[in-house]
């Protein structure tokens, strides 16, 4: 007989994790909310992304964001003056969110009225991709100053998001960035991902990341 338990903690957070996550959008569903889990490094240019996904968007689709930060509220008054619904969540020096958290900002959001959600993780290519949010769907921005080796540096990011945005694509021609060489390596990690090189500043490939959006939006509610 064993003379004491051995309990794996990390293992049992993920475990019940995912049993929240998994709750988490089983409500989004009845509540017809999509929401989207938006993850990078600091200064990849998340937050300009999402103020194009909006100017984009907001038209046609009711829209709420929750801006992440270990501290401050920035971007949540950055993405207030475009006329979306918006709220801060302050993790207290935690790196990520997990379901729980996500869930604590969409109550105080408020979802009634909200087709489409952004989640604006916390600046991380390590810690988000461990944590189930409850997301519809995960998205990750790479900007082309941080390189083109990150895939190989960051494999599980990689690996659990639907799409990719590769920002900042009017420095190309700076940086030792290669495209396609990039594209290759992410592919092996996850052969379903979707690939779309952007310019959040210029507007470049909003129009096909927007469209994107539209279907996977239509999407999450057609399967009510």
Not at 99 to 104: R, V
Not at 142 to 156: A, F, N, R, T
Not at 217 to 222: A, G, Q, R, S, T
Request: with cysteine; charged share 30%.
């Amino acid at each position: 007989m064993d003379k004491y338990k051995v309990i794996k903690i990390k293992q049992s957070v993920f475990q019940n994790n995912d049993r929240q996550a998994d709750l988490l959008r089983e409500d989004l569903k009845k509540d017809k909310t999509f929401l989207l889990n938006l993850m990078s490094s600091p200064g990849s240019g998340k937050t300009t992304t999402v103020l194009r996904t909006i100017e984009n968007l907001k038209d046609e689709i009711a829209i709420g964001v929750l801006e992440a930060d270990i501290d401050s509220d920035v971007d949540a008054n950055t993405v207030s003056k475009t006329g979306a619904k918006v709220i801060q969540l302050h993790t207290g020096g935690m790196c990520h969110l997990d379901a729980d958290m996500t869930k604590q900002g969409l109550l105080a959001l408020g979802t009634k009225g909200i087709d489409f959600a952004i989640l604006e993780n916390v600046g991380n290519l390590v810690c988000p991709a461990e944590f189930d949010t409850g997301a519809s769907k995960n998205a990750m921005i790479l900007s082309v100053p941080e390189g083109d080796d990150k895939p190989l540096k960051y494999p599980l990011m990689f690996s659990i998001v639907d799409v990719l945005l590769v920002n900042k694509m009017d420095a190309i021609g700076i940086f030792d960035f290669d495209l396609e060489k990039m594209k290759k390596e992410v592919k092996k990690l996850n052969p379903n991902i979707k690939v779309i090189p952007i310019c959040a500043k210029t507007g470049e490939g909003i129009d096909e990341w927007a469209n994107w959006l539209r279907s996977e939006v239509n999407e999450w509610n057609e399967k009510l």
